[in-house]
C-alpha cells in the first residue's frame, strides 16, 4: 500500500467518498496493528482550526464508550464529524445533524459504526425474545433497534454478529431513506455511506454495506 497516498494531509482532505473511506481503513489498519501516527493532535493544528472546521467524514456510532472514532480510525482534531447516540439510534437531531455535516460542511462520506456486545441490540434481542419492554426512555431505544432484530430474524435464527451488522445495513438504509438531502447528494455521487462493525478485541472495523462509493 502507498501510506502517503492513504493519509490525509494537513491542511487537506479528502474530497470523495472512495478517497475519505481510505484514508479511514488505512488508519484503523494502524490501529490494529499497534502503529498509530496520532495525526492533527498538535498546537499548530489547534491553532489552523479555530476558526474553521472542514471533517472530511461523519461517523454515525454507538455511544459506548469502548467505541471512539478517532482513536480507531487513527485520526486527529477536525477531521471527523462525530455524531453519537446508544445504538447508533436515529431520530430528527440525528438527521438535523447529518444534513449539516452534508449540506453545510460538505462532507463526502457517512460512516455508520456498530461494534460487537452492543448493549442496545442486546436489549432488543432480550425484548423480542421474552416480549418485555425497558421501561423510561430506555424504551425508545430499543424500539428503534427492534425492526432490525426482526429484519435479521426473518430468514431463520440468526446470531448476535449478523444481528448487529443487519442493524448497521438498516441503519445505513435509514438515513438515506429519511432525509432528502442525504439521498441527492448519494444519487449525484458528492456523498457515500459506509456500514461497519467494530471488533473490541480485535480492533478491526468491518464492512458490511456501502453506499455510493466508486473508484476514484
Sequence with gaps: MDVDRHRAQPGTRPTTPTAAWAVLSAGNARFMAGEREHPNQDVAIRHRIAHKQQPFAIFFGCADSRVAAEIIFDQGLGDLFVVRTAGHVVDSSVLGSMEFGVGVLGIPLI??????????????????TSGDMPGGFIRDIVERVTPSVLAASKHGDAGIDEIEAEHVRQTARL????????????AT?????????????????????SLGLRAD
Design 111 to 128: 460512516v455508520v459504526l456498530g461494534h460487537d456486545s452492543c448493549g442496545a441490540v442486546n436489549a432488543a434481542v432480550d425484548a423480542v
Design 175 to 186: 438515513l438515506a431513506e429519511r432525509s432528502h438531502l442525504i439521498a441527492d447528494h448519494l
Design 189 to 209: 455521487g458528492r456523498l457515500g455511506i459506509v456500514g461497519a462493525t467494530y471488533r473490541l478485541r480485535d480492533g478491526e472495523a468491518i464492512v458490511v454495506s
